[in-house]
């Protein structure tokens, strides 16, 4: 199942922006932050690297699974505040956030979480085979500096 999974990734004419965000408690004197605050511009950025690559005009709708009222909240404004960053206006004034109910998510939203799977799974067990995760690395917009370190180290 996992390889035909991976071989689905290799076929399809896609791309994945992915972001690593430390979740380990903040340190003292330091405040809590929403992890969408690093991972929405880290994402957005990539995206607009990769629409600038390939010439493509930009996507008018960001869909994102369902979560609590805080969670929605948290990905809304880090979503609002980093938009207004876009070098594109049409990309920034088009560009709309909605959640999907659970149950409902479209393909392209469980292909993205199939991948972040796989992406936490590599950092968990890097040393195990994920042939997804290798599908997945090929097709990412900008590699984030945790797995591209990790490549250096490997290499060196």
């Given at each position: 199942?996992?390889?035909?999974?991976?071989?689905?990734?290799?076929?399809?004419?896609?791309?994945?922006?992915?972001?690593?965000?430390?979740?380990?408690?903040?340190?003292?004197?330091?405040?809590?932050?929403?992890?969408?605050?690093?991972?929405?511009p880290?994402?957005?950025?990539?995206?607009?690297?990769?629409?600038?690559?390939?010439?493509?005009?930009?996507?008018?709708?960001?869909?994102?699974?369902?979560?609590?009222?805080?969670?929605?909240?948290?990905?809304?404004?880090?979503?609002?505040?980093?938009?207004?960053?876009?070098?594109?206006?049409?990309?920034?004034?088009?560009?709309?956030?909605?959640f999907?109910?659970?149950?409902?998510?479209?393909l392209?939203?469980?292909l993205?979480?199939?991948?972040?799977?796989?992406?936490v799974?590599?950092?968990?067990?890097?040393?195990?085979?994920?042939?997804?995760?290798?599908?997945?690395?090929?097709?990412?917009?900008?590699?984030?500096?945790r797995?591209?370190?990790e490549?250096?180290?490997?290499?060196?």
């Amino acid at each position: 199942e996992e390889s035909t999974l991976a071989a689905l990734i290799a076929r399809a004419q896609i791309a994945f922006a992915v972001s690593i965000v430390d979740r380990s408690p903040p340190r003292a004197g330091r405040q809590v932050s929403s992890p969408y605050r690093t991972s929405v511009p880290d994402c957005l950025t990539s995206y607009l690297a990769f629409l600038k690559s390939c010439g493509s005009e930009p996507c008018r709708l960001a869909i994102a699974a369902d979560r609590d009222a805080i969670g929605r909240d948290g990905l809304r404004n880090a979503f609002k505040a980093d938009r207004k960053r876009f070098q594109s206006p049409q990309c920034a004034e088009t560009l709309q956030l909605r959640f999907c109910p659970p149950g409902e998510e479209p393909l392209p939203l469980e292909l993205a979480n199939l991948a972040c799977a796989a992406v936490v799974r590599h950092l968990h067990e890097p040393t195990q085979g994920n042939p997804i995760f290798e599908e997945v690395r090929s097709k990412l917009a900008k590699v984030p500096r945790r797995i591209a370190n990790e490549a250096t180290c490997k290499h060196r």
